[in-house]
């Protein structure tokens, strides 16, 4: 089993097939038969497994089996305890309630690279990060829990899905971390 642990710059599809003229996969990684287990839309960052094992893409993907990701999310203003203690009882997000989950603010992450295109930066209106833990993945969901909080996500990086992290990968770069069957690799971790 392959597994690469891949940090998707801003504006890259999560896909291996051309569209367009807009970066993929391809650009970045050279392994052959390999899949994305999940997804990050284009205009988000960060953490992206990819394997070809089938088991391990339905651990990673499907929200039964409670693999948790982390986010860090870059906000247009100053959420204070309230707009997170909302966020971590779930919110109603286009008629469907999200899970609990953590969230928390932070300082600005350690190592964060810039983004390319910059964030839109108004000179009245502050910005702070939320790390926020999720055990669902619903489309958009991070964007559309800090809307629904008033707080509007301006970046978006996923930098942990389970015991994977960011760490030490700059946007671009991807690290093959297994080459053993699933059991023996998430053994203790699902």
Not at 54 to 62: F, N, P, R, W
Not at 86 to 100: C, F, K, M, S, Y
Not at 155 to 178: F, K, M, N, Q, T
């Amino acid at each position: 089993m392959k597994v690469v642990l891949f940090n998707k710059p801003y504006g890259v599809l999560c896909q291996f097939s051309p569209d367009g003229g807009k970066p993929t996969l391809k650009d970045f990684i050279p392994i052959q038969d390999i899949y994305p287990a999940g997804r990050l839309d284009a205009d988000s960052e960060g953490l992206l497994v990819l394997t070809d094992d089938g088991a391990l893409q339905h651990a990673v993907s499907h929200p039964e089996q409670k693999m948790p990701k982390t986010y860090w999310a870059q906000v247009e203003g100053e959420p204070d305890a309230g707009a997170l203690q909302r966020l971590g009882a779930g919110v109603q997000i286009g008629g469907i309630a999200t899970l609990p989950c953590l969230a928390r603010c932070i300082q600005d992450p350690e190592g964060l690279w810039p983004r390319n295109p910059p964030i839109r930066w108004r000179k009245s209106i502050p910005t702070s990060w939320i790390e926020i833990e999720l055990q669902e993945g619903k489309n958009r969901q991070v964007r559309r829990m800090t809307a629904a909080v008033g707080f509007p996500t301006l970046r978006l990086i996923r930098c942990r899905i389970g015991d994977w992290s960011l760490a030490g990968l700059a946007p671009g770069e991807y690290r093959v971390v297994a080459n053993q069957p699933f059991s023996q690799h998430a053994k203790g971790r699902l």
